[in-house]
């Protein structure tokens, strides 16, 4: 049986990936700050083991990493994300920068460290990151967004140092852009359902090229400019 680690899996594109795994036959591990409000995460069915998570609580993800231990991993999903409210030029929220860093750069990284012996047992060894275009400088024509994109664009640094480090140890890593998704985060004006967006992250984590480890991918699998 194929198994997967989802962080943030209670709503948005965490809940959608969640679904896709279930329904192509895969063990979840869904983790989650607060399981007993996660009830459509809960009502995914008995594939599903519910964990709870705060991806900033360094313990807590050494304890999960601990009592998962023996569990092999094929996939770990750093998909918890946090954007401050904006960020513009002038109105730049410096308390919130932190905050934001520990979730969306320090977070993933603290997790591939913790779960990498979980991911040398599985068949499929891959780290997949969920970025965001909005972190790619080369692809940044439209400036402002200094938290989230600074924060997005060290998770992409992080992502290529993972690719690097754990080559010899056949472990891949990606970073992942869902595309401009319906959710909190994305907003009601947003093009794609979190469906769509998860069910094309779920096939390219699972078709991916030898070229791709270490790259910033779209959902629809174009490679994009760090
Ligand atoms: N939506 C888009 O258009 C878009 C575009 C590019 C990239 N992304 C990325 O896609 C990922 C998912 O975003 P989304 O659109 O699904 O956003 P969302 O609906 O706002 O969901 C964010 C998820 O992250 C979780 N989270 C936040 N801080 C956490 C923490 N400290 N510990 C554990 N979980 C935490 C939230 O949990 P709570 O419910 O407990 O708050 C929630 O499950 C993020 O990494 C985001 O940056 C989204």
Known sequence: MSTVLITGANRGIGLALAGCFVEAGWDVHA???????????QSLGASVTIHRLDVTDMLQTENLARSLSGVPLDILVNNAGAKEPGSAFGKVPYEEWSRVFAVNTMAP???????????????????ANISSRMGSIGDNDSGGSYVYRSSKAALNMVTRSLSIDL???????????????RTKMG????????????????????????????????????????
């Not at 983790?31 to 995460?41: G, N």
């Not at 990284?109 to 891959?126: D, M, P």
């Open 31 to 41: 983790c989650c700050r607060h399981p007993e409000k996660a009830t459509t995460l």
């Open 109 to 127: 990284l603290h997790l591939a460290e913790r779960f990498v012996g979980h991911l040398e047992t599985g068949s499929r060894k891959l780290i």
């Open 167 to 181: 080559a010899d140890r056949g472990i891949s890593a990606i970073a992942l852009h869902p595309g401009w998704v």
């Open 187 to 226: 907003g009601s004006n947003a093009k794609l359902e979190t469906d769509v967006s998860a069910n094309s992250l779920k096939e390219l984590m699972l078709n991916l090229r030898p070229e791709d480890n270490g790259r910033l991918l779209n959902y629809d699998g174009e490679h994009i400019p760090w």
